[in-house]
C-alpha cells in the first residue's frame, strides 16, 4: 500500500501568527546587519549600472577582470570628477564665509533691538540666553567632532567595500545565476531568467533616468538662481537637485540652504522668496513632467506606497534607507508579481488601475475585441524579448 503525504491545513490564527513571526525577524535582521546590508545593496545597484560597460567591454576580447578594473576606474573617475567640482564650489563659498558670518552678526543684532523694542525682552537677557546655548555647543564639541571623525572612517570603509563586492558581483554573475538555478529548480530556468530580467530591467532604467533627472533638475535651478543674481548657482542648483534622491520633499529641504544663505548676504528677503519659489516650482515640474517623462512607469509604484516605503526604509536605515526605498520596493514588487501566491501584494504596490466602462451590449463587446487582442499580443511580445535578451545576457 502506497503512503501518500497529505497536507495539513493550519488554522487561519496560526498561519497569521506565523506570517507576523516572519515579518518580525525580517525586519530585525535588516536592522541588525545594516552596516552588511546597506553596501551590498549598493553594490548590486552600481553592479547593474556598470554591467553594459563590462559586458561590451568583453565583446571587444577584453578579459572579464580586466573589463570590470576598467568599469571600476571609470566610475571612480567619475565620482573624483564631481567631488572635485563640490570641492571647488565649498572652498570658494568658504572664502567669503567671514563676510557671511559678519552679516549674520548685523541680522541678529537688529533682530535682538526689534525684540527689545516690541516684546520688551531685555537685551541682557538675550545675551545671558545665547551665552548658556553656545557653552552647551561647546560642551557637545567634542563629541561632534569624534562622531564626525567615525562616520567619515565608516563612510571611507564603505566605499571600499562596495568596490570589493562589485567587483565580485561581476565577476561571478554566471556562477550566482547558476545558484538560482539550483535553488528553483532547472524546470523553472525561463522562469527565473525572466523575473532577473525584469529586475535588471527595473533597476537600471531606474538608475540611469536618476541620474538624467539629477542633470535637468540641476541646469533648470542653476539656470533659475542665475536670473536671480545669487552667488554660487551652480553649487546650490546641483545639490538641491541631489536631494532628488529623497522623493517628494528633498528639493523643498533643498531650498533652505540657498535661501538662508541669500537671507544673510542680501538685504532683500523677496529674493530668498524667490529662491524658494525656484526650487517649489522646480520640484512641480519634476513630479509632474520631468521624472515621468524620463523614467516613466519603469517604477510603478504608486504614490501611497512610496510613502510607505520610505518611512520604512528610513526607520530602518536612515538616509541610505531614504535612497534605497524605490528600487528596493520596486524589487519587491517584481519578485510578488511573478510568484502566484504573493501576486495581490505585488498588486498592492503597483499604480492603481483606471476603471473600465461598463458594457452596455454586445455590440460594443465585439468592438473592443480587436483593441484587446492588440493588447495581449504586444505584452506577449515583450514578454519574449525580454527572455531573448535574458539569453543574451547569459
Not at 244 to 264: M, R
Not at 283 to 291: R, S
Not at 293 to 314: E, F, M, R, T
Not at 320 to 337: E, R
Amino acid at each position: 500500500m502506497i503512503n501518500r503525504a497529505t497536507e495539513v491545513q493550519q488554522p487561519l490564527y496560526m498561519r497569521f501568527a506565523a506570517v507576523l513571526i516572519s515579518i518580525v525577524i525580517i525586519v530585525y535582521g535588516l536592522y541588525e546587519l545594516q552596516s552588511l546590508l546597506i553596501p551590498l545593496v549598493f553594490a548590486i545597484l552600481f553592479s547593474v549600472l556598470l554591467f553594459p560597460l563590462c559586458r561590451r567591454l568583453e565583446m571587444w576580447r577584453f578579459p572579464r577582470i580586466l573589463a570590470i578594473l576598467v568599469c571600476l576606474v571609470l566610475a571612480l573617475a567619475v565620482i573624483v570628477g564631481v567631488l572635485y567640482a563640490f570641492t571647488t564650489q565649498i572652498s570658494s563659498f568658504a572664502e567669503v564665509l567671514p563676510q557671511v558670518i559678519k552679516k549674520g552678526n548685523d541680522l541678529l543684532s537688529k533682530l535682538q533691538t526689534y525684540a527689545d523694542d516690541h516684546f520688551n525682552i531685555d537685551r541682557k537677557r538675550q545675551v545671558t540666553e545665547a551665552k548658556k546655548y553656545v557653552s552647551t555647543i561647546l560642551e557637545s564639541g567634542g563629541t561632534v567632532l569624534t562622531t564626525t571623525l567615525l562616520a567619515t572612517t565608516s563612510t571611507l570603509t564603505d566605499v571600499l567595500l562596495v568596490l570589493l563586492f562589485i567587483f565580485f558581483f561581476l565577476l561571478y554573475r554566471d556562477f550566482f545565476r547558476s545558484f538560482f538555478y539550483k535553488v528553483f529548480g532547472q524546470q523553472h530556468r525561463t522562469k527565473v531568467d525572466g523575473v532577473m530580467q525584469r529586475i535588471y530591467s527595473v533597476v537600471k532604467d531606474y538608475l540611469v533616468g536618476l541620474v538624467l533627472v539629477i542633470l535637468v533638475i540641476g541646469t533648470l535651478m542653476t539656470v533659475g538662481l542665475m536670473i536671480l543674481g545669487v552667488d554660487y548657482a551652480v553649487f546650490f542648483g546641483f545639490f538641491g537637485a541631489c536631494l532628488v534622491l529623497i522623493p517628494y520633499f528633498g528639493i523643498s529641504l533643498g531650498s533652505l540652504l540657498p535661501a538662508a544663505y541669500t537671507l544673510v548676504t542680501q538685504d532683500n528677503p523677496l529674493k530668498a522668496l524667490g529662491v524658494i519659489g525656484v526650487f517649489l516650482f522646480v520640484q512641480a515640474l519634476e513630479g509632474n513632467f520631468i521624472t515621468p517623462y524620463i523614467v516613466g512607469s519603469k517604477v510603478s509604484i504608486n504614490p501611497l506606497a512610496a510613502i510607505v516605503s520610505l518611512l520604512l526604509w528610513d526607520s530602518l536605515w536612515g538616509l541610505p534607507g531614504l535612497i534605497l526605498a524605490l528600487p528596493l520596493t520596486a524589487i519587491i514588487k517584481v519578485i510578488f508579481d511573478s510568484v502566484s501566491a504573493l501576486k495581490p501584494y505585488g498588486f498592492l504596490l503597483g499604480e492603481a488601475e483606471k476603471p473600465r466602462p461598463p458594457i452596455k451590449n454586445l455590440q460594443q463587446l465585439a468592438d473592443q475585441l480587436p483593441r484587446r487582442v492588440s493588447k495581449i499580443g504586444k505584452e506577449e511580445e515583450k514578454v519574449g524579448r525580454g527572455e531573448d535578451d535574458a539569453k543574451l545576457i547569459r
